[in-house]
Structures are given as C-alpha cells and as structure tokens.
C-alpha cells in the first residue's frame, strides 16, 4: 500500500520516480481502509530534502500511510521558501486535540546549544508531553531523540572532542527485539554529530534499553517501553550522498572537518560514496511501523487511553 501524500509536494514526484508507491488525496479517498496518521515534526534546515527521506521510508511497507508535515509554531524556517511551509505544514499548535499512530521528530543543527537555550525549547517539550496523550509511538532522530531522553530521564547530551562524522558500525544488542527483525549482527550506519549520550548514563536511566550500540560512537537506538518511543541518535534516513553534501559545504566554507570515516572508497573524497545501510533502514523503518499497525487502537481516538505500554 502506499503512502498518502499531497500530489504538489516535491516529495510525489521523487518517490514515484524512484518507484515508491504515492498516492493523493482523492485516490486514498477511494479505498475503505483505516490508514496510519504519522506526523513528521521536521526540525531540520533543509525541510525538502528531509521529508522526501522519510517518506521513502515509510512509504515502503504495505500499510497505507497519512503524512502530516509539521513544524514549530513560531519558529520560522531559513532556509525552505515561505510558500512550501504554508502549503503544507501546520503548526503544532493547530494539532492538539489530533491523535497519531505514530510521530518522527527530526535533528536539529542546534547541537552546540543547551537544550534549554533552544528557542522553541518550551514549545518542544509541550510536544514530549503530547505524545504521551495523543501518540501511539515516537521516533526522535538524532537531537529529537537525545532532546527526549533528557526531558523523560535528564540525561545529558556531551559535546565531543571532535565531529563524529562518517559510517560506523554497530552491535546488534537486542536480535530478539521486534524493531530489529531480519537484522544483521553487525549494521553499518552514518552518524553526523559533535555531541552524543554515553552508554553508561543511559543504563543508569530506569526504563531505558539500547538496542543497537557502537564501540566507537556509543548508543544509537534506544528503546523507552514507558513513554512508548524509540530514540535513535544517527541518521538510517540519509540519502547516499548527504555525507558529502555536510563534507563538501564545509570545506568551501572554510571549516575544519574530517573526510567522513568509511564512507568513501578508499577514504578518497574523490569517488563516488557507496550507500551501504539502506537495507537496514527500511528494515528499521519498516518494523516500527508493522509494530505501530499490530500495537495500535483501531478507534485512533482511543490513542493514549488504553495503555502506555506497546506491548502490555
């Protein structure tokens, strides 16, 4: 089945092109079924780019998926046109008596800020506690997800001595977890980010289970049974050449970075990079909406009544 998305958002014609099944609004229209309400809360610059990588995501499993976009109230994004967010946007304030199956919540470039000098900090914690009344399941990427685990269990965020920037790879901790079904012992994932959470503080966390973890980059993903979400601190969604993009930016602006670490061919920014995790990200992807489907309320106004945990 496919995902339902608005035929004008550049998103549409990227997925179609690439094979995703889309479909709009009056063909949805058409079938007798409940889809799945997922919210994308995009945080992130470039709001084009980052809503086409979700939706390839979870556009690909069976389900019929509803995509709404949404964005911080009073925050006004930089860098995406004026007329793109009013079209197809809407503020988290106009959503709080909508009920979701299931809610992303993007990074931020906003990494050397303490979290509460974010100016939408307020506003974003109001978010963490809706979720706990009118969300099924969260997935808080990157910031997102570090943000969350602070405001749930006051762990901290640690600046890093250096970026970590490059494809790591990582333990599979939890084979028997529904969210790693059909992975590998060993998965390969980018990571972009000069901050992170340290495995230790996350096990003296109550309620907080790593599933996927690195020996260099520490804890990726992070199980919280409690508060119904998964915290993933690095970035499946990215496309083959958005390492490069991060890499490339940097050097003509003159920053110090490093070449992304296994991520060109022979470390040589002059080939082309090889995307080595896709297969792990629709599989991520792809379990966490199957286990949002079989955990759900059929009545989505039953969302946040029934329980609060996914599989109790």
């Given at each position: 089945m496919p995902i339902k998305i608005p035929a004008d958002l550049p998103a549409y014609q990227v997925l179609t092109r690439?094979?995703?099944?889309?479909?709009?609004?009056?063909q949805a229209a058409r079938?007798?079924?409940?889809?799945?309400?997922?919210?994308?809360?995009?945080?992130?610059?470039?709001?084009?780019?980052?809503?086409?990588?979700?939706?390839?995501?979870?556009?690909?499993t069976p389900l019929q998926i509803e995509l709404t976009l949404i964005r911080m109230s009073e925050h006004q994004a930089k860098n995406t046109a004026?007329?793109?967010?009013?079209?197809?946007?809407?503020?988290?304030?106009?959503?709080?008596?909508t009920k979701f199956d299931g809610l992303i919540i993007t990074g931020a470039p906003i990494e050397h800020l303490d979290f509460d000098q974010v100016t939408y900090w307020d506003e974003i914690t109001r978010v963490f506690e809706w979720t706990q009344t009118n969300?099924?399941?969260?997935?808080?990427?990157?910031?997102?997800?570090?943000?969350?685990v602070n405001h749930f269990h006051g762990v901290r965020k640690h600046m890093l001595d250096r970026k970590a920037f490059g494809c790591f790879g990582h333990n599979n901790l939890a084979p028997t977890s529904p969210y790693?079904?059909?992975?590998?012992?060993?998965?390969?994932i980018p990571v972009s980010r000069w901050t992170e959470m340290r495995q230790d503080e996350i096990n003296a966390a109550d309620g907080l289970r790593t599933l996927l973890g690195s020996d260099e980059v520490g804890p990726c993903l992070v199980?919280?049974?409690?508060?119904?979400?998964?915290?993933?601190?690095?970035?499946?969604?990215?496309?083959?050449?958005?390492?490069?993009?991060?890499?490339?930016?940097?050097?003509?602006?003159?920053?110090?970075?490093?070449?992304?670490?296994?991520?060109?061919?022979?470390?040589?920014?002059?080939?082309?990079p090889q995307n080595r995790w896709r297969s792990h990200a629709h599989l991520l992807y792809g379990n966490w909406i199957n286990e949002?489907?079989?955990?759900?309320?059929?009545?989505?106004?039953?969302?946040?009544l029934e329980t609060t945990d996914l599989r109790a």
């Open positions: 690439e094979g995703v099944m889309v479909m709009a609004e009056d079938q007798d079924i409940r889809p799945l309400h997922i919210g994308l809360l995009n945080l992130m610059p470039k709001k084009i780019q980052t809503e086409t990588q979700f939706a390839r995501l979870i556009g690909a004026a007329d793109h967010m009013e079209s197809f946007y809407r503020p988290f304030s106009d959503l709080q008596d969300v099924h399941s969260t997935l808080g990427v990157c910031w997102g997800g570090m943000a969350m790693l079904r059909g992975f590998s012992d060993i998965c390969v199980e919280d049974r409690a508060h119904r979400a998964l915290y993933i601190f690095n970035h499946f969604e990215y496309d083959s050449d958005t390492l490069k993009q991060e890499y490339d930016r940097d050097v003509a602006e003159g920053v110090a970075i490093n070449v992304p670490i296994n991520y060109y061919p022979g470390d040589d920014p002059a080939k082309a949002v489907y079989e955990t759900t309320p059929f009545d989505i106004a039953k969302i946040g």
